[in-house]
């Protein structure tokens, strides 16, 4: 909440554990309590109207921040830069009031090909509807950007890497062309998380965190976040509360909670990715692997310049074989289940299909491309289910 304890100079991984809680406002408790309330009761009018003047600040109703939002909200933007957050419901909640609070018909955005697809569903269906025009760039134009501005040129979206295809894009370059012409920067940070890429010292107007993913960790909650420059803020927090977005008690506790081990799950979702990740570029049945912490990857330098580390998610693209050889190989996996989402302590696994999708640069490589999120698990236990599975890949290849 507004008064916040000095935790200046202190490291990362002291901050996950003191960010965000003051026991002392709770019966020494040493978690924020989840609030539920709707109805917040003064005692006089006065105090009511007082408080309510600062509504972005203090506990007045349900919907415009509790205990437990604020504390989750001060710890990710003290973790990211940037001036304040704001809780979501979800990640995509948290990304259409970033883009809809800053642009209106007329309006011009650039967004990067490589964009998460519901956010291009928003392109192409509600923003173009509106006279919202999108333009979709190449992932990895960096300085080149420029050339794309146009003076109504509003907003400019980063993902990076790309959802899928892992392209990462050089967003020191990408904002600096943005900014000279007026133009805010959208970061979509969920991959690397607030430990792994700090959005606000290369740009950032705006980041979201799809906090669904990493930052909640167990595969158990929906919360989005954002975090917003000074002059931002205001204004977005009103925008958020006009359209009625709030977030669930539980959740934003789970979010805060995941917050604590946030940095240890990081270290060994990284290690065991980039474990996985060069295991998998020596096999026969895989292509390459889109992973940029491999010195092998396009992006490498990219990475080891803006980035602190990788999360643990990750394509391959197989060598060319039917749907139904990936199929059984994604069947046959024991410990990666198959389904959508990622960042949580278990691997998962999830064919994709970027060829139906891009439009800047058309996706053109011949293999089929599988996701993977990998878990917390011992890696080479990983390893040994993925081995197996590319044994069922290869029998099914030559049926
Ligand atoms: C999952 C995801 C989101 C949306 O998060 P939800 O909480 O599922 O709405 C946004 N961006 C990226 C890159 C994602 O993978």
Redesign the pocket.
């Known amino acids: 909440m507004t008064d916040r304890r000095p935790l200046d100079g202190l490291q990362t991984e002291t901050l996950l554990a003191h960010l965000g809680r003051d026991p002392e406002r709770h019966f020494g408790a040493s978690n924020t309590p989840v609030y539920r309330a709707s109805t917040i009761a003064f005692p006089t009018v006065e105090a009511m109207e007082e408080a309510r003047a600062d509504r972005f600040n203090r506990v007045t109703y349900g919907s415009w921040g509790t205990p437990t939002s604020y504390d989750f909200e001060d710890a990710v933007s003290a973790l990211e830069g940037g001036h304040r957050a704001i809780s979501f419901p979800?990640?995509?909640?948290?990304?259409t009031c970033a883009v809809l609070s800053q642009v209106g018909p007329g309006d011009h955005i650039l967004m990067t090909d490589g964009a998460?697809a519901?956010?291009r569903r928003l392109a192409d269906g509600y923003l173009a509807r509106n006279g919202i025009e999108v333009t979709f760039y190449d992932p990895r134009i960096g300085a080149a950007i420029e050339k794309l501005m146009r003076p109504n040129t509003r907003l400019v979206y980063v993902?990076s890497p790309s959802?899928h295809t892992f392209e990462l894009q050089d967003i020191d370059a990408i904002a600096g062309a943005a900014h000279e012409h007026g133009a805010l920067v959208l970061c979509?940070n969920?991959?690397a998380t607030p430990l792994f890429f700090k959005s606000f010292d290369h740009g950032a107007d705006i980041t979201?965190h799809?906090?669904?993913?990493y930052i909640g960790g167990h595969s158990d909650l929906?919360?989005?976040v954002l975090v917003a420059s000074e002059p931002l803020y205001v204004p977005i927090r009103t925008f958020a509360s006009d359209f009625g977005y709030a977030v669930g008690p539980d959740d934003v506790y789970a979010g805060l909670r995941g917050l604590r081990t946030l940095d240890v799950r990081m270290q060994r979702h990284q290690d065991n990715g980039l474990k996985v990740a060069r295991w998998l570029a020596d096999c026969p049945q895989v292509a390459r692997v889109l992973h940029p912490g491999l010195p092998e990857s396009p992006d490498h330098a990219v990475w080891q310049r803006l980035y602190r580390g990788a999360s643990g998610l990750f394509a391959i693209e197989l060598k060319p074989v039917s749907k139904e050889a990936v199929d059984t190989f994604l069947a046959s996996l024991a410990l990666f289940a198959i389904g959508?989402?990622?960042g949580g302590y278990e691997s998962l696994a999830l064919p994709v299909a970027p060829h139906a999708v891009r439009t800047a640069v058309p996706w053109d490589a011949p293999g089929p491309l599988v996701r993977l999120s990998v878990g917390l698990e011992n890696a080479d236990d990983l390893i040994a289910d993925l081995e197996r599975g590319l044994g069922h890949l290869s029998a099914a290849a030559s049926k």
């Open positions: 979800t990640g995509v909640a948290a990304l998460y519901p956010l993902e959802s979509n969920s991959w979201v799809a906090a669904t993913k929906m919360l989005g959508a989402s990622w």
